[in-house]
């Protein structure tokens, strides 16, 4: 996965103060979605989506302007880079300060987890969770997202758009062990072609010497070139 646009914007007045952060961000080879986050500032953000399934870019791009323009109507204004401003003695408390992070970075991963394996029974929507685990590259995270394919997609939401959801997150999280239910897919005709192709990149992704040992089905040169970029994003 990899954020292709992204817009921050903000509203202050009186004693609101918040935030609307939108995504634009490709999945896979000509497969977009639009994904928002909001709230206070400084507070935890809801997440959100756009799109229930993957679309073309201009249609992405055509959602995510529209999505700016609304905000940016109802008077929000895009949030400019704020330098941070530090007094002699911050020096002295880097370290604390660090492992604070490091801290709070691993309990976000543990609610991940621990949402991840809760699956279609929790309130909030699951999809935008599977995301963020693909993006956070949460090895941790391949047991559920496995459990998570081979389940039935909520009402509302086409099944081969949930499947193409997980296995983009299998791109980034799994290992050697989610390599027999994908080749399972790939060797399915019943799933979609885009679906099989995403179960391909995780399998190249996984084991790049898929590419040169004689399969049962042959990456295509976009797949076998974003498997050596590592499908590189920055965390969200």
């Not at 911050?90 to 991840?116: C, H, K, P, V």
């Not at 699951?126 to 081979?150: N, T």
């Amino acid at each position: 996965m990899r954020v292709i646009e992204q817009a921050r914007l903000g509203f202050r007045e009186g004693t609101s103060d918040k935030v609307y952060e939108v995504d634009l961000v490709e999945v896979a080879s000509g497969q977009y979605v639009v994904n928002f986050r909001y709230g206070r500032r400084g507070g935890a953000l809801t997440d959100g989506t756009k799109t229930a399934a993957p679309v073309p870019l201009a249609k992405a791009r055509t959602i995510f302007e529209k999505l700016v323009a609304e905000k940016t109507a109802g008077g929000y204004r895009p949030l400019a880079s704020e330098p941070a401003t530090r007094d002699e003695g911050d020096n002295e408390d880097d370290q604390d300060d660090e492992a604070d992070e490091a801290s709070s970075d691993g309990d976000r991963n543990t609610a991940l987890l621990d949402r991840l394996r809760r699956g279609h029974r929790g309130e909030d929507p699951i999809g935008p969770v599977v995301w963020k685990a693909g993006d956070r590259d949460l090895r941790e995270a391949e047991p559920a997202l496995l459990e998570l394919l081979g389940t039935k997609a909520r009402a509302g939401i086409a099944q081969a758009a949930w499947n193409h959801t997980v296995l983009a997150a299998l791109v980034r999280c799994g290992t050697t062990a989610s390599l027999k239910a994908l080749e399972d897919i790939v060797n399915t005709p019943a799933y979609p072609p885009h679906v099989r192709d995403v179960a391909k990149l995780a399998i190249v992704r996984i084991d790049p010497r898929a590419r040169r040992r004689p399969p049962r089905w042959r990456a295509r040169p976009y797949l076998r070139s974003r498997a050596s970029r590592g499908c590189r994003t920055r965390k969200l």
